[in-house]
Protein backbone atom coordinates (compact mmCIF):
# COMPACT_ATOMS: atom_id res chain seq x y z
CA UNK A 1 0.00 0.00 0.00
CA UNK A 2 1.85 3.50 -0.89
CA UNK A 3 1.18 6.16 1.15
CA UNK A 4 -0.64 9.55 -0.04
CA UNK A 5 0.76 12.03 2.38
CA UNK A 6 4.74 10.54 1.18
CA UNK A 7 3.60 10.52 -2.64
CA UNK A 8 4.77 13.88 -4.95
CA UNK A 9 1.65 15.50 -6.58
CA UNK A 10 2.87 13.17 -9.83
CA UNK A 11 2.70 10.20 -8.03
CA UNK A 12 -0.77 10.56 -6.31
CA UNK A 13 -1.84 11.23 -10.00
CA UNK A 14 -0.38 8.22 -11.23
CA UNK A 15 -1.25 5.70 -8.44
CA UNK A 16 -4.94 7.24 -8.51
CA UNK A 17 -5.53 6.85 -12.41
CA UNK A 18 -5.41 3.67 -14.68
CA UNK A 19 -2.26 2.94 -15.78
CA UNK A 20 -0.53 5.35 -18.10
CA UNK A 21 -4.12 7.11 -18.87
CA UNK A 22 -3.07 10.69 -17.52
CA UNK A 23 -2.31 13.43 -20.25
CA UNK A 24 -1.03 16.43 -18.89
CA UNK A 25 -2.06 19.88 -20.01
CA UNK A 26 0.82 22.89 -20.48
CA UNK A 27 3.32 19.89 -18.93
CA UNK A 28 6.70 20.89 -17.70
CA UNK A 29 8.44 20.94 -21.15
CA UNK A 30 5.91 24.15 -21.55
CA UNK A 31 7.23 25.89 -19.17
CA UNK A 32 5.05 27.67 -17.74
CA UNK A 33 6.71 29.02 -15.02
CA UNK A 34 6.00 32.35 -12.36
CA UNK A 35 7.98 35.37 -13.37
CA UNK A 36 7.24 36.79 -10.41
CA UNK A 37 9.18 34.60 -8.89
CA UNK A 38 11.91 34.83 -10.59
CA UNK A 39 11.79 38.62 -10.20
CA UNK A 40 12.43 37.98 -7.07
CA UNK A 41 15.30 35.74 -7.01
CA UNK A 42 13.38 32.75 -6.02
CA UNK A 43 13.61 29.46 -7.33
CA UNK A 44 10.28 28.81 -10.14
CA UNK A 45 9.20 25.27 -10.97
CA UNK A 46 8.49 24.18 -14.81
CA UNK A 47 4.75 23.46 -14.02
CA UNK A 48 4.66 26.53 -10.97
CA UNK A 49 3.74 23.81 -8.63
CA UNK A 50 0.31 22.07 -9.97
CA UNK A 51 0.08 19.44 -12.48
CA UNK A 52 -3.69 19.38 -14.43
CA UNK A 53 -4.61 17.20 -17.31
CA UNK A 54 -6.74 14.30 -17.89
CA UNK A 55 -7.21 10.57 -17.56
CA UNK A 56 -9.49 7.83 -16.33
CA UNK A 57 -10.59 5.96 -13.06
CA UNK A 58 -12.05 2.55 -13.86
CA UNK A 59 -12.41 3.98 -17.46
CA UNK A 60 -14.41 6.75 -16.98
CA UNK A 61 -12.97 9.97 -18.34
CA UNK A 62 -11.84 12.65 -15.34
CA UNK A 63 -10.22 16.03 -15.16
CA UNK A 64 -7.56 16.08 -12.31
CA UNK A 65 -5.22 19.06 -10.51
CA UNK A 66 -2.45 18.14 -8.26
CA UNK A 67 -1.02 20.58 -5.96
CA UNK A 68 2.57 20.37 -5.30
CA UNK A 69 3.24 20.53 -0.83
CA UNK A 70 6.42 20.39 -1.35
CA UNK A 71 6.89 23.67 -3.91
CA UNK A 72 6.46 26.46 -1.50
CA UNK A 73 3.83 24.81 0.75
CA UNK A 74 0.97 24.65 -2.70
CA UNK A 75 0.88 28.08 -2.55
CA UNK A 76 -1.33 29.75 -5.08
CA UNK A 77 0.17 32.02 -7.48
CA UNK A 78 -1.02 33.83 -11.31
CA UNK A 79 0.06 30.72 -13.39
CA UNK A 80 -0.46 28.07 -10.72
CA UNK A 81 -4.18 29.11 -10.00
CA UNK A 82 -5.07 29.73 -13.76
CA UNK A 83 -3.92 26.59 -14.23
CA UNK A 84 -6.59 25.18 -12.01
CA UNK A 85 -8.92 27.54 -13.61
CA UNK A 86 -8.72 26.53 -16.65
CA UNK A 87 -8.77 22.98 -16.16
CA UNK A 88 -12.61 23.93 -14.42
CA UNK A 89 -13.47 25.42 -17.03
CA UNK A 90 -12.20 23.16 -19.62
CA UNK A 91 -14.72 20.37 -17.49
CA UNK A 92 -17.77 22.85 -18.30
CA UNK A 93 -17.13 21.73 -21.97
CA UNK A 94 -15.87 18.08 -22.20
CA UNK A 95 -18.37 17.55 -18.50
CA UNK A 96 -15.80 14.67 -17.48
CA UNK A 97 -17.36 12.12 -14.69
CA UNK A 98 -15.55 14.35 -12.32
CA UNK A 99 -12.61 16.75 -11.98
CA UNK A 100 -10.50 15.51 -9.41
CA UNK A 101 -8.71 18.44 -7.11
CA UNK A 102 -5.80 17.02 -5.03
CA UNK A 103 -5.16 19.72 -2.67
CA UNK A 104 -2.09 20.84 -0.55
CA UNK A 105 -1.63 24.21 -0.35
CA UNK A 106 -1.09 27.09 2.55
CA UNK A 107 -3.19 29.32 0.30
CA UNK A 108 -2.23 32.30 -1.23
CA UNK A 109 1.44 32.24 -2.79
CA UNK A 110 2.66 35.87 -0.64
CA UNK A 111 4.94 36.41 -3.70
CA UNK A 112 2.33 37.32 -5.75
CA UNK A 113 -0.27 37.99 -3.36
CA UNK A 114 -2.42 40.30 -5.53
CA UNK A 115 -2.59 38.16 -8.35
CA UNK A 116 -2.67 34.71 -6.13
CA UNK A 117 -5.48 36.34 -4.11
CA UNK A 118 -7.80 37.16 -7.35
CA UNK A 119 -7.00 33.64 -8.89
CA UNK A 120 -7.99 31.38 -5.49
CA UNK A 121 -11.58 33.54 -6.08
CA UNK A 122 -11.64 32.98 -9.85
CA UNK A 123 -11.02 29.07 -8.51
CA UNK A 124 -14.29 29.94 -6.58
CA UNK A 125 -15.83 31.12 -9.44
CA UNK A 126 -15.34 28.31 -11.49
CA UNK A 127 -16.13 25.04 -9.17
CA UNK A 128 -19.37 26.81 -8.39
CA UNK A 129 -19.87 27.56 -12.14
CA UNK A 130 -19.31 23.60 -12.75
CA UNK A 131 -21.31 22.84 -9.96
CA UNK A 132 -23.98 24.93 -11.29
CA UNK A 133 -23.25 22.62 -14.41
CA UNK A 134 -23.86 19.74 -12.52
CA UNK A 135 -19.81 17.97 -12.86
CA UNK A 136 -18.80 16.96 -9.77
CA UNK A 137 -16.09 18.21 -8.36
CA UNK A 138 -13.87 15.87 -5.36
CA UNK A 139 -11.60 16.88 -3.37
CA UNK A 140 -8.68 14.47 -1.78
CA UNK A 141 -6.90 16.09 0.56
CA UNK A 142 -4.04 13.77 2.18
CA UNK A 143 -0.62 16.18 1.99
CA UNK A 144 1.23 16.94 5.13
CA UNK A 145 0.87 20.53 4.53
CA UNK A 146 -2.95 20.42 4.32
CA UNK A 147 -5.35 22.83 3.07
CA UNK A 148 -5.63 26.47 4.24
CA UNK A 149 -6.25 29.83 3.56
CA UNK A 150 -8.72 30.57 -0.16
CA UNK A 151 -7.85 26.59 -0.77
CA UNK A 152 -9.41 25.88 2.27
CA UNK A 153 -12.49 27.72 1.43
CA UNK A 154 -12.84 26.27 -2.04
CA UNK A 155 -12.20 22.93 -0.56
CA UNK A 156 -15.91 23.68 1.26
CA UNK A 157 -17.12 24.77 -2.25
CA UNK A 158 -16.91 21.69 -3.75
CA UNK A 159 -19.23 18.50 -3.79
CA UNK A 160 -17.38 16.25 -1.93
CA UNK A 161 -14.25 16.37 0.34
CA UNK A 162 -12.11 12.88 0.74
CA UNK A 163 -9.47 13.59 3.72
CA UNK A 164 -6.94 11.31 5.64
CA UNK A 165 -6.97 11.06 9.47
CA UNK A 166 -3.27 12.98 9.14
CA UNK A 167 -4.31 15.87 6.47
CA UNK A 168 -5.18 19.09 8.11
CA UNK A 169 -8.33 21.96 7.01
CA UNK A 170 -8.72 24.96 8.29
CA UNK A 171 -8.81 28.99 7.50
CA UNK A 172 -6.00 30.28 9.18
CA UNK A 173 -2.88 27.93 10.11
CA UNK A 174 -2.39 27.28 13.88
CA UNK A 175 1.10 28.94 13.20
CA UNK A 176 -0.67 32.39 11.69
CA UNK A 177 -3.00 32.37 14.73
CA UNK A 178 -0.70 31.78 17.15
CA UNK A 179 1.28 34.93 15.58
CA UNK A 180 -1.26 37.12 15.48
CA UNK A 181 -3.78 36.11 18.19
CA UNK A 182 -1.21 35.07 20.97
CA UNK A 183 -0.05 31.14 22.32
CA UNK A 184 -3.30 31.31 24.72
CA UNK A 185 -5.45 31.84 21.52
CA UNK A 186 -3.81 28.71 19.68
CA UNK A 187 -0.89 26.65 20.65
CA UNK A 188 0.48 26.07 17.63
CA UNK A 189 3.29 23.56 18.98
CA UNK A 190 0.87 21.43 20.24
CA UNK A 191 0.32 18.74 17.62
CA UNK A 192 -2.44 16.86 19.15
CA UNK A 193 -4.33 19.93 19.47
CA UNK A 194 -3.85 21.11 16.19
CA UNK A 195 -4.98 17.89 14.64
CA UNK A 196 -8.25 17.86 16.90
CA UNK A 197 -9.21 21.23 15.45
CA UNK A 198 -8.07 20.97 11.77
CA UNK A 199 -7.46 16.79 11.34
CA UNK A 200 -9.33 14.24 9.44
CA UNK A 201 -11.38 13.12 12.36
CA UNK A 202 -12.93 16.14 13.59
CA UNK A 203 -13.61 16.87 9.70
CA UNK A 204 -15.46 14.03 9.06
CA UNK A 205 -17.30 14.25 12.63
CA UNK A 206 -18.35 17.09 11.50
CA UNK A 207 -19.80 15.78 8.54
CA UNK A 208 -17.21 18.02 6.17
CA UNK A 209 -15.27 15.09 5.32
CA UNK A 210 -15.37 11.35 4.09
CA UNK A 211 -12.38 9.57 6.03
CA UNK A 212 -10.32 7.69 4.83
CA UNK A 213 -6.35 5.86 5.39
CA UNK A 214 -3.45 7.59 4.29
CA UNK A 215 -2.78 5.40 0.97
CA UNK A 216 -3.73 5.93 -2.75
CA UNK A 217 -5.55 2.87 -2.70
CA UNK A 218 -8.14 3.71 -0.09
CA UNK A 219 -8.38 7.01 -2.04
CA UNK A 220 -9.35 5.83 -4.62
CA UNK A 221 -11.91 3.88 -3.69
CA UNK A 222 -13.52 5.71 -1.61
CA UNK A 223 -13.81 8.20 -4.84
CA UNK A 224 -15.36 5.20 -7.05
CA UNK A 225 -18.35 5.47 -4.40
CA UNK A 226 -18.18 9.56 -4.64
CA UNK A 227 -18.57 10.31 -8.12
CA UNK A 228 -22.60 11.69 -7.99
CA UNK A 229 -23.05 15.66 -8.00
CA UNK A 230 -24.89 17.53 -5.39
CA UNK A 231 -26.82 20.28 -6.77
CA UNK A 232 -26.62 23.42 -5.37
CA UNK A 233 -30.13 24.88 -4.83
CA UNK A 234 -32.13 26.97 -2.28
CA UNK A 235 -33.85 24.25 -0.96
CA UNK A 236 -30.10 22.68 -0.36
CA UNK A 237 -28.56 25.90 0.63
CA UNK A 238 -31.51 26.48 3.02
CA UNK A 239 -30.98 22.34 4.15
CA UNK A 240 -26.88 23.23 4.66
CA UNK A 241 -27.58 26.50 6.69
CA UNK A 242 -29.65 24.79 9.23
CA UNK A 243 -26.99 22.30 10.06
CA UNK A 244 -24.26 24.84 9.54
CA UNK A 245 -26.72 27.09 12.15
CA UNK A 246 -27.28 24.09 14.75
CA UNK A 247 -23.49 23.58 14.34
CA UNK A 248 -22.39 27.06 15.91
CA UNK A 249 -25.47 27.11 18.52
CA UNK A 250 -24.37 23.82 19.61
CA UNK A 251 -20.59 23.69 18.95
CA UNK A 252 -19.77 27.32 18.85
CA UNK A 253 -18.45 28.44 21.66
CA UNK A 254 -16.85 25.18 23.04
CA UNK A 255 -13.37 24.92 24.65
CA UNK A 256 -12.08 21.98 22.61
CA UNK A 257 -13.53 19.96 19.84
CA UNK A 258 -13.39 16.65 22.47
CA UNK A 259 -16.34 18.77 24.25
CA UNK A 260 -17.62 18.85 20.93
CA UNK A 261 -17.43 15.01 20.34
CA UNK A 262 -18.77 14.60 23.97
CA UNK A 263 -22.08 16.45 23.06
CA UNK A 264 -22.83 14.47 20.51
CA UNK A 265 -23.10 11.41 22.62
CA UNK A 266 -20.08 9.63 21.24
CA UNK A 267 -18.55 7.64 24.16
CA UNK A 268 -15.51 8.28 25.72
CA UNK A 269 -14.33 11.04 23.00
CA UNK A 270 -10.74 11.62 24.40
CA UNK A 271 -9.82 7.94 22.52
CA UNK A 272 -11.19 8.92 19.50
CA UNK A 273 -7.69 10.57 18.18
CA UNK A 274 -6.15 7.24 19.24
CA UNK A 275 -8.15 5.05 16.74
CA UNK A 276 -6.99 3.78 13.55
CA UNK A 277 -9.46 4.20 10.66
CA UNK A 278 -11.63 1.61 10.90
CA UNK A 279 -12.20 1.77 14.88
CA UNK A 280 -12.74 5.11 14.58
CA UNK A 281 -15.43 5.66 11.90
CA UNK A 282 -17.07 2.50 14.47
CA UNK A 283 -16.94 4.85 16.96
CA UNK A 284 -18.13 7.64 15.37
CA UNK A 285 -21.85 5.80 13.99
CA UNK A 286 -24.66 7.28 14.48
CA UNK A 287 -23.50 10.52 16.07
CA UNK A 288 -25.68 13.71 15.72
CA UNK A 289 -23.11 16.06 13.99
CA UNK B 1 19.68 32.57 -7.98
CA UNK B 2 22.38 31.20 -10.19
CA UNK B 3 22.59 30.22 -13.89
CA UNK B 4 24.79 27.54 -15.37
CA UNK B 5 25.48 25.78 -18.28
CA UNK B 6 27.52 22.73 -19.18
CA UNK B 7 28.07 20.40 -22.16
CA UNK B 8 28.59 16.83 -22.71
CA UNK B 9 29.97 14.83 -25.62
CA UNK B 10 30.46 11.81 -27.06
CA UNK B 11 27.00 9.79 -26.00
CA UNK B 12 24.90 7.91 -28.70
CA UNK B 13 21.76 9.98 -29.71
CA UNK B 14 18.63 8.84 -28.13
CA UNK B 15 15.51 8.30 -30.42
CA UNK B 16 13.70 12.19 -30.87
CA UNK B 17 10.47 10.29 -30.05
CA UNK B 18 11.18 10.19 -26.60
CA UNK B 19 8.10 11.99 -24.24
CA UNK B 20 9.60 14.59 -22.21
CA UNK B 21 10.18 13.36 -18.31
CA UNK B 22 9.89 15.23 -15.29
CA UNK B 23 11.65 13.93 -11.91
CA UNK B 24 11.42 15.32 -8.30
CA UNK B 25 9.93 18.55 -7.12
CA UNK B 26 11.55 21.39 -6.49
CA UNK B 27 11.48 21.91 -2.58
CA UNK B 28 14.00 22.57 0.11
CA UNK B 29 17.36 20.79 -0.46
CA UNK B 30 15.56 18.83 -3.45
CA UNK B 31 15.94 19.73 -7.13
CA UNK B 32 13.34 18.74 -10.48
CA UNK B 33 15.05 17.31 -13.59
CA UNK B 34 13.44 17.57 -17.16
CA UNK B 35 14.63 16.06 -19.83
CA UNK B 36 13.76 16.96 -23.39
CA UNK B 37 15.01 15.42 -26.88
CA UNK B 38 16.99 18.59 -28.81
CA UNK B 39 18.88 18.26 -32.12
CA UNK B 40 22.04 18.97 -30.08
CA UNK B 41 24.27 16.84 -33.10
CA UNK B 42 24.67 13.89 -30.77
CA UNK B 43 25.86 15.99 -28.04
CA UNK B 44 23.36 16.81 -24.20
CA UNK B 45 23.48 20.03 -22.74
CA UNK B 46 22.56 20.91 -19.21
CA UNK B 47 21.24 23.84 -17.88
CA UNK B 48 21.03 24.70 -14.35
CA UNK B 49 19.26 27.17 -12.02
CA UNK B 50 19.91 27.10 -8.62
CA UNK B 51 19.61 28.85 -5.40
CA UNK B 52 23.00 28.18 -3.85
CA UNK B 53 25.61 30.44 -5.82
CA UNK B 54 29.17 29.01 -6.24
CA UNK B 55 29.09 25.66 -6.98
CA UNK B 56 29.59 25.73 -10.54
CA UNK B 57 32.46 23.26 -10.00
CA UNK B 58 31.05 20.79 -7.82
CA UNK B 59 28.05 20.65 -10.45
CA UNK B 60 31.11 20.15 -13.25
CA UNK B 61 31.94 17.20 -11.35
CA UNK B 62 28.74 15.43 -10.20
CA UNK B 63 27.46 16.08 -13.84
CA UNK B 64 30.89 14.45 -15.78
CA UNK B 65 30.39 11.60 -13.44
CA UNK B 66 26.40 11.00 -14.46
CA UNK B 67 27.39 11.20 -18.60
CA UNK B 68 30.21 9.04 -17.72
CA UNK B 69 27.69 6.42 -17.30
CA UNK B 70 25.23 7.54 -19.19
CA UNK B 71 26.36 7.46 -22.77
CA UNK B 72 23.57 9.63 -24.40
CA UNK B 73 23.00 12.16 -26.72
CA UNK B 74 20.46 14.82 -28.32
CA UNK B 75 19.22 15.54 -25.07
CA UNK B 76 18.31 19.00 -23.38
CA UNK B 77 18.15 18.65 -19.37
CA UNK B 78 17.24 21.34 -17.41
CA UNK B 79 17.35 21.60 -13.44
CA UNK B 80 15.30 24.02 -10.94
CA UNK B 81 17.91 23.15 -7.75
CA UNK B 82 16.67 24.44 -4.02
CA UNK B 83 20.33 23.24 -2.56
CA UNK B 84 20.32 19.79 -3.03
CA UNK B 85 23.26 17.61 -1.97
CA UNK B 86 24.75 16.19 -4.80
CA UNK B 87 24.16 12.79 -3.42
CA UNK B 88 20.43 13.81 -4.53
CA UNK B 89 21.61 15.69 -7.70
CA UNK B 90 23.28 12.42 -8.97
CA UNK B 91 19.93 10.22 -7.81
CA UNK B 92 17.48 12.41 -9.84
CA UNK B 93 19.62 12.16 -12.57
CA UNK B 94 19.61 8.88 -12.81
CA UNK B 95 16.01 8.89 -12.14
CA UNK B 96 15.07 10.68 -15.28
CA UNK B 97 17.43 9.49 -17.50
CA UNK B 98 16.26 5.94 -16.60
CA UNK B 99 12.83 6.57 -17.39
CA UNK B 100 13.70 8.55 -20.46
CA UNK B 101 16.05 6.69 -22.13
CA UNK B 102 14.36 2.98 -21.18
CA UNK B 103 15.17 0.15 -23.13
CA UNK B 104 17.45 2.84 -25.51
CA UNK B 105 20.23 3.37 -23.08
CA UNK C 1 -15.65 56.36 4.26
CA UNK C 2 -17.51 55.75 7.28
CA UNK C 3 -20.96 53.98 6.67
CA UNK C 4 -23.13 56.80 8.57
CA UNK C 5 -21.53 59.12 5.18
CA UNK C 6 -22.19 56.25 2.55
CA UNK C 7 -25.68 55.16 3.00
CA UNK C 8 -26.99 59.02 2.25
CA UNK C 9 -24.86 59.21 -0.41
CA UNK C 10 -26.09 55.55 -2.32
CA UNK C 11 -29.83 56.01 -0.98
CA UNK C 12 -30.57 59.99 -1.21
CA UNK C 13 -34.29 59.01 -0.45
CA UNK C 14 -33.85 57.20 1.84
CA UNK C 15 -33.05 53.58 3.22
CA UNK C 16 -34.43 51.09 6.03
CA UNK C 17 -31.03 49.21 7.24
CA UNK C 18 -30.41 47.94 10.55
CA UNK C 19 -27.09 47.53 12.25
CA UNK C 20 -26.05 44.69 15.02
CA UNK C 21 -23.03 45.22 15.83
CA UNK C 22 -20.07 45.12 13.11
CA UNK C 23 -23.15 43.62 10.93
CA UNK C 24 -25.83 44.95 9.40
CA UNK C 25 -28.71 44.40 6.67
CA UNK C 26 -31.90 45.85 4.66
CA UNK C 27 -32.67 48.35 1.89
CA UNK C 28 -32.18 51.15 -0.18
CA UNK C 29 -34.23 52.33 -3.09
CA UNK C 30 -35.22 48.40 -3.66
CA UNK C 31 -31.98 47.20 -3.41
CA UNK C 32 -31.14 44.90 -1.07
CA UNK C 33 -27.70 45.54 1.42
CA UNK C 34 -25.71 43.39 3.52
CA UNK C 35 -22.14 44.69 5.22
CA UNK C 36 -20.08 44.81 8.21
CA UNK C 37 -18.13 47.98 9.64
CA UNK C 38 -15.75 48.87 11.51
CA UNK C 39 -12.92 46.70 10.40
CA UNK C 40 -14.90 43.33 10.91
CA UNK C 41 -13.31 40.33 11.47
CA UNK C 42 -15.10 37.33 9.18
CA UNK C 43 -15.73 34.50 11.64
CA UNK C 44 -18.35 31.92 11.58
CA UNK C 45 -21.28 33.57 13.10
CA UNK C 46 -20.79 36.59 10.90
CA UNK C 47 -20.55 34.78 7.58
CA UNK C 48 -23.54 32.85 9.02
CA UNK C 49 -25.71 35.52 9.34
CA UNK C 50 -24.95 37.44 5.81
CA UNK C 51 -25.90 33.66 4.24
CA UNK C 52 -28.66 33.65 5.92
CA UNK C 53 -29.70 37.18 4.53
CA UNK C 54 -28.61 36.10 1.55
CA UNK C 55 -30.91 33.69 1.53
CA UNK C 56 -34.24 35.27 2.89
CA UNK C 57 -33.50 37.92 -0.17
CA UNK C 58 -33.95 35.02 -2.93
CA UNK C 59 -37.11 33.89 -0.54
CA UNK C 60 -38.83 37.15 0.12
CA UNK C 61 -37.50 39.10 -2.74
CA UNK C 62 -36.83 36.91 -6.07
CA UNK C 63 -34.91 39.06 -8.48
CA UNK C 64 -34.21 42.07 -6.02
CA UNK C 65 -30.34 42.97 -6.47
CA UNK C 66 -27.72 43.06 -3.60
CA UNK C 67 -25.03 45.08 -2.78
CA UNK C 68 -21.88 43.90 -0.32
CA UNK C 69 -20.69 46.80 1.46
CA UNK C 70 -18.28 44.66 3.37
CA UNK C 71 -15.00 46.54 5.77
CA UNK C 72 -12.97 43.70 6.96
CA UNK C 73 -9.86 42.98 8.24
CA UNK C 74 -9.88 39.39 7.27
CA UNK C 75 -11.09 36.31 8.35
CA UNK C 76 -11.44 35.66 12.56
CA UNK C 77 -8.45 34.12 14.12
CA UNK C 78 -10.24 32.02 16.21
CA UNK C 79 -9.36 28.34 17.62
CA UNK C 80 -12.76 27.97 18.31
CA UNK C 81 -14.29 29.33 14.77
CA UNK C 82 -11.64 26.95 13.28
CA UNK C 83 -13.19 23.86 15.05
CA UNK C 84 -15.93 24.09 13.60
CA UNK C 85 -14.94 24.56 10.42
CA UNK C 86 -14.98 28.45 9.89
CA UNK C 87 -14.16 27.37 6.01
CA UNK C 88 -17.74 26.08 5.80
CA UNK C 89 -18.97 29.04 7.04
CA UNK C 90 -16.92 31.03 4.33
CA UNK C 91 -18.12 28.61 1.48
CA UNK C 92 -21.50 28.64 2.70
CA UNK C 93 -21.88 32.33 2.14
CA UNK C 94 -20.29 32.18 -1.37
CA UNK C 95 -22.51 29.23 -2.06
CA UNK C 96 -26.07 31.10 -1.38
CA UNK C 97 -24.31 34.21 -3.34
CA UNK C 98 -23.56 31.90 -6.58
CA UNK C 99 -27.53 30.80 -6.27
CA UNK C 100 -28.68 34.22 -5.65
CA UNK C 101 -26.95 35.22 -8.77
CA UNK C 102 -28.33 32.08 -10.88
CA UNK C 103 -31.58 32.87 -9.46
CA UNK C 104 -31.41 36.81 -11.14
CA UNK C 105 -30.22 38.22 -8.33
CA UNK C 106 -27.42 41.27 -9.51
CA UNK C 107 -24.67 41.12 -7.14
CA UNK C 108 -22.52 44.15 -7.19
CA UNK C 109 -19.51 45.08 -3.77
CA UNK C 110 -18.35 47.92 -2.91
CA UNK C 111 -15.07 48.30 -0.58
CA UNK C 112 -15.77 51.38 1.22
CA UNK C 113 -13.11 50.22 3.84
CA UNK C 114 -10.95 47.61 3.89
CA UNK C 115 -11.09 44.42 1.86
CA UNK C 116 -8.74 41.67 3.20
CA UNK C 117 -7.81 38.38 2.25
CA UNK C 118 -10.16 35.56 2.86
CA UNK C 119 -12.71 38.52 3.89
CA UNK C 120 -12.42 39.92 0.45
CA UNK C 121 -12.51 36.40 -1.05
CA UNK C 122 -16.21 35.95 0.93
CA UNK C 123 -17.91 39.09 -0.51
CA UNK C 124 -16.90 41.11 -2.66
CA UNK C 125 -14.65 38.97 -4.86
CA UNK C 126 -17.87 36.76 -5.13
CA UNK C 127 -20.45 39.84 -6.66
CA UNK C 128 -20.85 39.89 -10.41
CA UNK C 129 -19.00 43.27 -10.65
CA UNK C 130 -16.71 44.35 -7.56
CA UNK C 131 -16.28 48.22 -7.28
CA UNK C 132 -14.10 50.46 -4.67
CA UNK C 133 -14.07 53.94 -3.09
CA UNK C 134 -10.55 55.75 -4.04
CA UNK C 135 -10.03 55.53 -0.21
CA UNK C 136 -10.15 52.03 0.38
CA UNK C 137 -7.42 49.72 1.38
CA UNK C 138 -7.34 46.44 -0.83
CA UNK C 139 -4.54 43.84 0.33
CA UNK C 140 -3.43 40.04 1.21
CA UNK C 141 -0.88 41.47 3.57
CA UNK C 142 1.23 44.66 3.97
CA UNK C 143 4.79 44.62 2.91
CA UNK C 144 6.67 44.71 5.91
CA UNK C 145 4.75 41.36 7.22
CA UNK C 146 5.52 39.74 3.94
CA UNK C 147 9.13 40.77 3.93
CA UNK C 148 9.47 38.87 7.23
CA UNK C 149 7.52 36.27 5.76
CA UNK C 150 9.33 35.66 2.39
CA UNK C 151 12.72 36.82 4.08
CA UNK C 152 12.63 39.25 1.25
CA UNK C 153 14.37 42.70 1.96
CA UNK C 154 11.54 45.35 2.00
CA UNK C 155 13.42 47.80 -0.29
CA UNK C 156 13.42 44.87 -2.85
CA UNK C 157 9.66 44.30 -2.29
CA UNK C 158 9.39 48.17 -2.04
CA UNK C 159 11.23 48.85 -5.30
CA UNK C 160 9.29 46.28 -7.22
CA UNK C 161 5.83 47.53 -6.53
CA UNK C 162 6.37 50.83 -8.30
CA UNK C 163 6.32 48.62 -11.44
CA UNK C 164 4.79 45.47 -10.42
CA UNK C 165 0.68 45.46 -9.45
CA UNK C 166 0.95 42.05 -8.20
CA UNK C 167 1.81 42.22 -4.39
CA UNK C 168 2.14 45.65 -3.19
CA UNK C 169 -1.28 46.50 -1.42
CA UNK C 170 -3.58 49.07 -3.22
CA UNK C 171 -6.68 49.51 -5.01
CA UNK C 172 -5.08 50.67 -8.21
CA UNK C 173 -3.52 47.28 -8.35
CA UNK C 174 -6.45 45.18 -8.09
CA UNK C 175 -7.79 47.72 -10.73
CA UNK C 176 -4.95 47.13 -12.88
CA UNK C 177 -5.42 43.31 -12.13
CA UNK C 178 -8.99 43.37 -13.00
CA UNK C 179 -10.48 42.34 -9.33
CA UNK C 180 -11.68 45.82 -8.99
CA UNK C 181 -13.72 46.61 -11.76
CA UNK C 182 -13.78 50.54 -11.45
CA UNK C 183 -13.75 53.24 -8.52
CA UNK C 184 -17.06 55.25 -7.59
CA UNK C 185 -16.09 59.03 -7.14
CA UNK C 186 -18.69 61.89 -7.14
CA UNK C 187 -22.34 61.02 -7.62
CA UNK C 188 -22.20 57.26 -5.73
CA UNK C 189 -26.32 56.74 -6.15
CA UNK C 190 -25.58 57.18 -9.95
CA UNK C 191 -22.42 54.88 -9.90
CA UNK C 192 -25.00 52.36 -7.67
CA UNK C 193 -27.37 52.69 -10.45
CA UNK C 194 -25.33 52.56 -13.07
CA UNK C 195 -23.67 49.04 -11.62
CA UNK C 196 -26.56 47.69 -11.21
CA UNK C 197 -27.98 48.37 -14.92
CA UNK C 198 -25.19 46.34 -15.89
CA UNK C 199 -25.11 42.61 -17.04
CA UNK C 200 -23.09 40.10 -16.15
CA UNK C 201 -23.41 36.20 -17.05
CA UNK C 202 -22.90 34.34 -14.14
CA UNK C 203 -21.01 31.53 -15.87
CA UNK C 204 -18.08 34.05 -17.51
CA UNK C 205 -15.18 35.66 -15.48
CA UNK C 206 -13.83 38.56 -17.24
CA UNK C 207 -11.59 39.71 -14.68
CA UNK C 208 -8.71 37.93 -16.53
CA UNK C 209 -9.34 39.64 -19.31
CA UNK C 210 -9.54 43.27 -17.44
CA UNK C 211 -6.73 42.41 -16.20
CA UNK C 212 -4.57 41.58 -19.32
CA UNK C 213 -6.55 44.79 -21.14
CA UNK C 214 -5.53 46.71 -18.06
CA UNK C 215 -1.54 45.58 -18.15
CA UNK C 216 -1.80 44.15 -14.60
CA UNK C 217 -2.02 40.50 -14.88
CA UNK C 218 -0.53 39.19 -17.99
CA UNK C 219 -0.49 35.09 -17.72
CA UNK C 220 -3.42 34.22 -16.07
CA UNK C 221 -5.81 35.14 -19.54
CA UNK C 222 -3.27 33.00 -21.51
CA UNK C 223 -2.30 30.31 -19.09
CA UNK C 224 -6.15 29.50 -18.46
CA UNK C 225 -7.24 29.51 -22.32
CA UNK C 226 -4.63 26.96 -22.78
CA UNK C 227 -5.45 24.53 -20.18
CA UNK C 228 -9.16 25.14 -21.08
CA UNK C 229 -8.28 24.15 -24.50
CA UNK C 230 -4.66 22.37 -24.84
CA UNK C 231 -4.21 19.88 -27.40
CA UNK C 232 -2.66 17.07 -25.42
CA UNK C 233 0.86 16.44 -25.57
CA UNK C 234 0.90 13.21 -26.84
CA UNK C 235 0.30 14.05 -30.20
CA UNK C 236 3.87 14.36 -30.92
Redesign the interface.
Known sequence: MSSWSEATARQRIAGLLDAGSFIEFLPPERRAVSPHLRELGQPAAFDDGVAVGRGTLDGQTVLIAAQEGAFMGGAVGEVHGAKITGLLERARTERPAAVLLLLESGGVRLHEANAGLIAVSEIMRAVLALRAAGVPVIVLNGGRYGVFGGMGITTCLCDTLIMSEEARLGLSGPEVIETTMGVEEFDAADRALVWRVTGGKNRTILGEATLVADSIDAFRAALVAAMQPKPLTLETLEAEHATLGNRLDRFGDMEDAVDIWAAMGIDNPQRLPLLDTDAFLQAVKGAGA | MERLEFEFAGGKPVAARNKPVLAGVLGSGNLEVLVEPADLKGRVRVEVETAARGFGPIWQAVLTDVFERWKLGNIRISINDAGATPAVVALRLDQALQEYAGGDA | MKIDDLLPQLFPNGYDIAFDGDYFAGQGDGVAVIGTRDRAAIG??LA?RM??EV?RI??DHPGRPILLLVDTLG?K????????????????L???L??AR??GHRIIGLVYGEAV??G???SS??ADACYALPEAEV???NLPA?SR??K?PLE?LEA?SET?????PGVA??IA???VRGLWEGDLARCLQDALAGQDD??T?R??ED?EARGG?L???R????????V???A?
Open positions: AEFAGLCRQMSRKDETICLNAYIAHAKCDVRRSAFLSLLKVMMVTIRLSAVFANYMGAPDDRRGRLACVAAEVRGAPNDA
